[in-house]
């Protein structure tokens, strides 16, 4: 049972436009929401995290939005830029027994941002 | 910003070989480290759980005799493939977690590849 779900596997955008990646969860006990970017062969890099006690988090380019009520996240990117072609995961982890519990990941989202 | 380091970013070893990966975080404490191995088309599934001076937890269907797993100091956390065939080919990224952080942030990963 996937916890936490990316229903988009590829997006294709224009380059200046808005990209939106989506993401669903289902355990409500999530606290706290990240977003990576992996280009081929490397790590997933830290983009953004989100607390569930906020509904909007925003750093230069990206802004996450939560939607707790609808359990379902997603990332805007605006404007989109040809280096932001890469996988995005999205992930999620609930904070208990004193430490912060690892992460569950989404299958991602390969975004191609086209000149 | 966090520094995580893998070593070796890749390897080539021959079927029933062992092969160590070490993980580092360069610049912060880590009390947890993670290891995650990444399927084609997949998402980051995530091994093991290594805690400095304890036992490692492993998931569900991981064989802990075959990835031992020893977070020896809060910098450093090894991953050994014992026996290693051809199905353990694959991409291994560990994570680590620094104190009192949320964040995890990744190595860039050691593509191993079994003959």
């Known amino acids: 049972d996937q916890q936490v779900k990316q229903n988009s596997p590829s997006l294709s955008v224009q380059e200046g436009r808005i990209s939106i990646l989506n993401c669903d969860y289902t355990?409500?006990?999530?606290?706290?929401f990240l977003w990576y970017k992996k280009y081929p062969a490397e790590g997933p890099t830290f983009l953004i995290s989100i607390s569930s006690i906020k509904d909007k988090n925003e750093d230069g380019r990206f802004t996450v939005f939560l939607n707790k009520s609808a359990k379902h996240l997603s990332l805007h990117i605006v404007p989109s830029q040809p280096g932001d072609s890469a996988v995005y995961f999205c992930a999620a982890s609930m904070y208990y027994g004193g430490s912060q519990g690892n992460l569950i990941f989404g299958k991602g989202t390969k975004l191609s941002v086209k000149p | 910003g966090a520094v995580v380091s893998q070593h070796p970013s890749r390897v080539i070893c021959k079927s029933g070989t062992s092969v160590k990966i070490e993980c580092r975080s360069l610049?912060?404490?880590?009390?947890?480290m993670f290891w995650y191995r990444q399927f084609p088309k997949k998402s980051l599934m995530l091994m093991a759980t290594?805690?400095?001076?304890?036992?490692?937890?492993?998931e569900q269907g991981v064989e802990k005799d075959k990835f031992l797993i020893n977070h020896a100091s809060l910098t450093l956390s090894t991953l050994t493939v014992t026996s290693a065939h051809p199905e353990d080919s694959s991409f291994y990224i560990c994570?680590?977690?620094?104190?009192?952080?949320?964040?995890?942030?990744f190595g860039p990963g050691t593509r191993l590849t079994v003959t």
């Open positions: 610049d912060f404490q880590a009390t947890t």
């Open positions: 994570s680590a977690n620094p104190q009192r952080g949320y964040e995890q942030y």
């Open positions: 355990n409500s006990m999530f606290d706290y």
């Open positions: 290594s805690n400095e001076g304890s036992k490692a937890t492993y």
